[in-house]
C-alpha cells in the first residue's frame, strides 16, 4: 500500500479507531460527558482529514475499495449525519434509563460500515460493509431493552436482516457463477446483460438492498422498527444507514451500465412505483410520528429511485442533492421529537404536538419546515430536491415514474398538513417537561436545530450555494 | 430592482409584524398596512411614469430586471412589468390594503402571524404578476400557498380544516403537473436549441410539435383552470372562500383567482398559441358551463359566504370564454372583468363579513330586515349586488358587454348561452338583497351601523367601481401596453 493510498484511507482508520477509543475510555470509567465530546471531536477530526487528503483523491486500494469524490462525498454526508445524531443523542440517553455509554461504540461501528459501503467496489467490501453495518444495529434498535415495542423491533429487524444477507449472498454468488469475479469493474467487462443468471444474481440482490431502504414490498418492517427504536437510532436507521445503502447500489448501477439494461431497469421502476404509492398510502391514517416518518421515507426512497433510473450524471446529482436534503429534513424531525420526549415515553404520538405552535413557537416551526420540505414546498431544500429528481426523470422521459411521482406526491401532502395542522390546533396540551438537567447540551441540540434550519432554507433558496460542489466532488475519479 | 424591492418590502413587513407582535399587537397592524401602502406608493409612482397615455412602441416591457439565480440549471431571477402585471399588481395592493384593514377588529388572537401570513400571500400574489421565468414563477405560484392555507386553518370557521386541506391539495396537484409541463418545455426547447433556459423569451420561439405542444399546454392549463376556477375543478372554492377570514375571502376571490387567468393571458396563449386555438371550443364551452353552474348554484345557496363564492364561480366563467374568444375586445374586456370581479366580489365578502361580525351567522335564512337599522351599509351592499348582476354605469357592465361582444364574433351560440347568466346572475343577486336587507326584521338586538374604518373600506371600493364603470379608459390604457 503506498503512501497516497494510506492517505486516502485515512479518515476510514479514524472512524474505525474512533469505537476503540470509545471503548477505551469505558474501560477507564469515564463518564457520558466526556465520551460525548471525544465522538464529537473524533467525527470533527474525520471530516477535517477528508477534507485534508482530498488532493491525493481518487485512489483505488485493489481489489477492495476506492476512494473518489463520490465516496468522499457520501461519506461526508454520513459523518455530518452522525455528528448531529450523536448530539441529540446526549440528552435522549442521559435521561433514559439504560447506561449510555456501550451505545456510542455501536453507532461510531455501524457508521463505519455505512461509510465502507459509499468506497466499496467489491462484493467483499460490500457485504462487509452491510453485515457491519446491520450487526450493530440490531444491537441499538433493541438499545432500551426494557421497553415492549424495543425488543420487538430488535429481533424483527435481526431475523428479516439475517434472511436478506442470505439472499444478498445468494444473488452475489449468482452473478460470480455467471462472470467468474466479485469485482464491480470486471464484473461489468465480462456481463452478457441479458443473461438469465445474472437477471436472478441482481434481483436477489435488490431484495437485500431493497431491504435495507425499506422499499415495497421489502418494507414491512420499517414502521415497527422506527417506532420501537430509540428516536436517535431510528433517525440514524433513516439518513446513514439508508445513505450507505444507496451509495452502494448507485456505484455498483454505475460501474455496470445497469441502466441501459432494460430487464433491470424494469425491475427497478416498478420497486420505485410500488414504493411510491405503498409508502404514501400506508402513512395517510397514522396517529404516531415515528410510524408516518417511516411510511414517508418509504415514499421518499421511490422518489430517490426515479433519480437512479437514468443513470447519467444528472441523475447521480439529482440523487445525491436528494439524499442530502432528506438527510438533513429528517433530522430535524427527528431532533424536534427528541426534544419533546418525556423521560419514559417518546413524542411519537400526534397528540403531543397539538397545538404546540402556541406552546413552544420556535419548535414548532423548524417542524413545519421539515415537513413542507418532506412534501417538497419551495423555499425548502425538498422542493428543489424534488424538482432536480423530476428533472432528471423527465429528462430521461420515464413518464410513468414520473407521473406517479407527482401524483403521489399530493397524495403525501395530506399527512404532512394533517401534522402541520395539528401544531397549529387551538387546543393547547402544556407537556410536561421537567426543567432540563444539562442548559449546555440543550442549547447544543438548539442550536444544531437552526443551523439544520438555515441549511434547508439555503438550500432551498439558494441552490448554488451547494450544486457546484456536488458537482465539482462527483467529478473526482471519473 | 425596484420590481424586487415590492416583494422584498411585503416579505419583511411579515416577519417584522410576526417578531413585534409579541410586545405590541397594534405595532404590526400599522407594519402591515404601512408595508402594503408603501408597495401602493412605489406602483403608482412606475404607473405614472411609464405607464400615462396609450402605448404605441414595439417594446411593452416597463421595467425589467434579471440577475441569475441558479445558474447550472438556466434559471434566472428574471422580473418585469407590462400593462397587464400593472393592472394586476394595483389590484394587488389595492384590495392588500382593504384586506389589512378589513382584519384591523376581526382578528383578536395571534395577530402578529396573522399579518404575516397576509403579507407573505400578497408577496407570492405580486410575484406571480411580475415572474417571467418559468421556474421563479412556479415558486412563487407556491409560495402563496403555504401562508393562505394558515389563513384559513387557524383564522377561518368551523369547518376550516377540510376546506384548507381541500385548498391546498387541488392547488398543489395542479402545481406538480405544471412543473412537469415546464420541465417538459424545458428539455424540449434545450433540445432543440442547444441552449437550457426557463426564461419566458426564450421559449417563447420554441417550436413545438403539434402534440407535444397539447400535452405540455393541458399540464399549464389544469394548474390554471383550477385556479381560475372552471367547473368541474371549482369545487375547492366554496369551501375555501367561505371558511376563510374575511379579508381571507377578499384576498381569494380578489387576487388568488386572478393568478389563473393571468396565467392563462401571459403563458399558455403565447407559449402554446395553436394549440390554444384548438382546444378553444372546448374552453369556451366549459366558461359558458361554468356561468350557468356557478349562477345556478348560487341561486340555491342559503350561506350567504358560498353565495358570493358561486357567484364567483359564474364570473369567472366570462373570463374564461373571454380569453379564448381569441378576439381583442374580448380580451380588453376579460381585463376589465377580472379587475372589476376583485371589486365588486371582494366587497360583498367584506359586507358579509361585517354581517357576520354583527350577527355571528352565514345563513341568510337568518337575516332579514337589516336596512332598517343598518341603512347605510343596505345601501352600499346595494350597490354592489347591482355592480354583480351587471348594471350599466359600474364596472361589471362594461366588462362583461365587452367580453358578449367579443365572443358574439367567436361563436354566436356560446355567447346567446353565456348572456342567459346576467339573467341568472340578477335572480340570485336581488334574491340574496332580499332575503339579507329587506323583508321583515329577524333579529330584535340593535345593530351598530358602518363604523368609520368600514366607511373608508367601502367608500373606497365603491368609488372604484363607479370610476371604472364611468371611465374604463384607464384600464385600457395600460392594457395598450399589452395588446396592439
Known amino acids: 500500500m503506498t503512501h497516497q493510498q494510506l492517505m486516502a484511507l485515512l479518515p476510514f482508520m479514524e472512524l474505525a479507531t474512533a469505537s476503540i477509543v470509545i471503548i477505551l475510555l469505558i474501560a477507564f470509567r469515564q463518564g457520558h460527558t466526556i465520551i460525548q465530546i471525544i465522538g464529537f471531536l473524533m467525527m470533527c477530526l474525520v471530516i477535517f482529514t477528508m477534507w485534508y487528503v482530498r488532493d491525493v483523491l481518487p485512489q483505488a486500494i485493489m481489489p477492495l475499495l476506492i476512494v473518489d469524490g463520490y465516496g468522499a462525498l457520501f461519506t461526508g454526508l454520513i459523518i455530518f449525519c452522525v455528528l448531529v445524531v450523536g448530539l441529540f443523542s446526549y440528552i435522549y440517553f442521559e435521561e433514559r434509563e439504560e447506561n449510555p455509554r456501550e451505545y456510542y461504540i455501536l453507532i461510531f461501528l455501524s457508521t463505519l460500515g455505512a461509510a465502507i459501503l459509499t468506497i466499496s467496489r467489491h462484493f467483499i467490501s460490500f457485504f462487509i460493509g452491510l453485515e457491519l453495518l446491520s450487526v450493530s444495529l440490531y444491537a441499538l434498535i433493541a438499545y432500551l431493552r426494557t421497553r415492549n415495542n424495543a425488543v420487538e423491533a430488535g429481533i424483527k429487524y435481526l431475523l428479516l436482516a439475517a434472511l436478506t444477507s442470505a439472499f444478498l449472498l445468494f444473488g452475489m454468488a449468482l452473478i460470480y457463477m455467471d462472470t467468474g469475479s466479485m469485482d464491480f469493474s470486471i464484473i461489468a467487462k465480462k456481463l452478457d446483460s441479458s443473461s438469465p443468471l445474472f437477471i436472478a444474481g441482481f434481483s436477489l440482490i435488490m431484495v437485500a438492498v431493497g431491504f435495507k431502504l425499506a422499499l415495497v414490498p421489502f418494507h414491512l418492517w420499517a414502521a415497527d422498527v422506527y417506532q420501537g427504536a430509540p428516536p436517535p437510532v431510528a433517525s440514524f436507521i433513516a439518513t446513514v444507514s439508508k445513505i450507505g445503502v444507496f451509495a452502494v447500489l448507485l456505484r455498483f448501477a454505475q460501474e455496470l451500465h445497469l441502466q441501459s439494461n432494460h430487464s433491470v431497469m424494469t425491475i427497478v421502476s416498478a420497486i420505485a412505483i410500488l414504493s411510491m404509492i405503498t409508502g404514501n398510502i400506508l402513512a395517510l391514517r397514522q396517529q404516531n410520528i415515528k410510524r408516518l416518518l417511516a411510511y414517508s421515507s418509504i415514499a421518499h426512497f421511490g422518489y430517490l429511485l426515479v433519480a437512479f433510473l437514468p443513470g447519467n450524471s444528472r441523475g447521480v446529482e439529482a440523487a445525491a442533492f436528494y439524499l442530502i436534503a432528506y438527510a438533513v429534513t429528517i433530522l430535524i424531525a427527528f431532533g424536534v421529537?427528541?426534544?419533546?420526549?418525556?423521560?419514559?415515553?417518546?413524542?411519537?404520538?400526534?397528540?403531543?404536538?397539538?397545538?404546540?405552535?402556541?406552546?413552544?413557537?420556535?419548535?414548532?416551526?423548524?417542524?413545519?419546515?421539515?415537513?413542507?420540505?418532506?412534501?417538497?414546498?419551495?423555499?425548502?431544500?425538498?422542493?428543489?430536491?424534488?424538482?432536480?429528481?423530476?428533472?432528471?426523470?423527465?429528462?430521461?422521459?420515464?413518464?410513468?415514474?414520473?407521473?406517479?411521482?407527482?401524483?403521489?406526491?399530493?397524495?403525501?401532502?395530506?399527512?404532512?398538513?394533517?401534522?402541520?395542522?395539528?401544531?397549529?390546533s387551538d387546543v393547547a396540551v402544556v407537556i410536561q417537561k421537567e426543567k432540563s438537567l444539562h442548559p449546555f447540551f440543550y442549547a447544543a441540540s438548539y442550536a444544531a436545530l437552526v443551523v439544520l434550519v438555515m441549511m434547508l432554507l439555503g438550500f432551498g433558496v439558494v441552490p448554488s450555494i451547494i450544486i457546484p460542489g456536488i458537482k465539482q466532488f462527483l467529478l473526482i475519479g471519473n | 430592482m425596484i420590481l424586487v424591492w415590492l416583494i422584498v418590502v411585503l416579505l419583511s413587513g411579515g416577519m417584522l409584524c410576526w417578531l413585534i407582535a409579541r410586545w405590541n399587537p397594534m405595532a404590526a397592524k400599522w407594519i402591515a398596512l404601512f408595508a402594503v401602502l408603501a408597495d401602493l406608493a412605489i406602483l403608482m409612482n412606475i404607473w405614472l411614469q411609464y405607464g400615462r397615455g396609450t402605448h404605441t412602441s414595439t417594446d411593452t416591457w416597463m421595467i425589467q430586471y434579471q440577475t441569475a439565480w441558479i445558474p447550472s440549471f438556466g434559471i434566472s431571477f428574471h422580473v418585469a412589468i407590462d400593462g397587464l402585471s400593472m393592472i394586476l399588481l394595483l389590484l394587488t395592493f389595492f384590495l392588500g390594503t382593504l384586506a389589512v384593514l378589513c382584519s384591523w377588529k376581526e382578528i383578536h388572537n395571534r395577530t402578529g402571524f396573522y399579518y404575516f401570513n397576509l403579507l407573505w400571500t400578497l408577496a407570492g400574489i405580486s410575484g406571480v404578476f411580475v415572474a417571467l421565468d418559468l421556474f421563479l414563477f412556479y415558486f412563487f405560484w407556491e409560495v402563496m400557498l403555504v401562508p393562505m392555507y394558515l389563513l384559513i386553518l387557524i383564522w377561518g370557521d368551523k369547518n376550516r380544516r377540510y376546506a384548507a386541506y381541500k385548498f391546498f391539495i387541488f392547488t398543489q396537484a395542479g402545481g406538480l403537473l405544471m412543473l412537469l409541463s415546464i420541465l417538459s418545455l424545458y428539455f424540449t426547447h434545450g433540445a432543440k436549441n442547444g441552449t437550457y433556459s426557463y426564461d419566458y423569451f426564450s421559449l417563447l420561439n420554441t417550436q413545438l410539435e403539434p402534440a407535444t405542444a397539447k400535452w405540455i399546454m393541458i399540464g399549464f392549463m389544469i394548474a390554471f383552470v383550477i385556479k381560475l376556477p372552471m367547473v368541474p375543478f371549482h369545487s375547492w372554492l366554496p369551501d375555501a372562500h367561505s371558511e376563510a377570514p374575511t379579508a381571507g375571502s377578499l384576498i381569494l376571490a380578489g387576487l388568488l383567482l386572478k393568478t389563473g387567468a393571468y396565467g392563462i393571458i401571459r403563458f399558455v396563449l403565447p407559449l402554446f398559441h395553436q394549440a390554444a386555438v384548438d382546444i378553444a371550443w372546448w374552453a369556451m364551452l366549459f366558461g359558458v358551463i361554468g356561468i350557468i353552474y356557478g349562477a345556478m348554484m348560487a341561486f340555491a345557496q342559503t350561506d350567504i359566504k358560498r353565495l358570493i363564492a358561486y357567484t364567483s364561480v359564474s364570473h369567472m366563467g366570462f373570463v374564461l370564454t373571454g380569453i379564448f374568444a381569441f378576439r381583442e375586445i374580448a380580451m380588453q374586456g376579460v381585463v376589465m372583468q377580472i379587475v372589476t370581479h376583485g371589486i365588486s366580489t371582494g366587497a360583498l365578502f367584506v359586507l358579509a363579513g361585517m354581517i357576520k361580525e354583527r350577527l355571528h351567522t352565514r345563513d341568510i335564512e337568518k337575516m332579514g330586515g337589516l336596512w332598517t337599522s343598518m341603512p347605510a351599509m343596505g345601501g352600499v351592499a346595494m350597490l354592489f349586488t347591482m355592480a354583480s348582476l351587471g348594471l350599466p354605469v359600474l364596472g361589471n357592465f362594461i366588462a362583461e358587454f365587452l367580453i358578449l361582444l367579443g365572443t358574439f364574433q367567436a361563436n354566436v351560440l356560446l355567447t346567446v348561452l353565456a348572456s342567459t347568466g346576467l339573467v341568472f346572475s340578477a335572480l340570485y343577486s336581488l334574491r340574496m338583497m332580499q332575503k339579507v336587507f329587506l323583508g321583515p326584521t329577524t333579529s330584535g338586538d340593535k345593530l351598530t351601523d358602518i363604523t368609520a374604518r368600514e366607511l373608508i373600506i367601502l367608500a373606497t371600493l365603491s368609488i372604484a367601481i363607479v370610476l371604472l364603470g364611468l371611465y374604463p379608459q384607464t384600464v385600457m390604457d395600460l392594457l395598450s401596453y399589452r395588446l396592439h
Open chain 1, 337 to 424: 421529537m427528541i426534544l419533546l420526549s418525556a423521560k419514559d415515553k417518546d413524542a411519537d404520538s400526534l397528540s403531543v404536538y397539538r397545538g404546540l405552535f402556541w406552546e413552544k413557537p420556535f419548535v414548532a416551526v423548524v417542524l413545519s419546515v421539515a415537513l413542507l420540505s418532506l412534501a417538497g414546498i419551495p423555499l425548502t431544500a425538498g422542493f428543489i430536491g424534488k424538482f432536480y429528481v423530476l428533472m432528471a426523470g423527465v429528462e430521461q422521459q420515464a413518464w410513468l415514474p414520473v407521473i406517479v411521482l407527482v401524483v403521489t406526491s399530493v397524495i403525501g401532502l395530506y399527512y404532512y398538513l394533517r401534522i402541520i395542522s395539528t401544531l397549529f
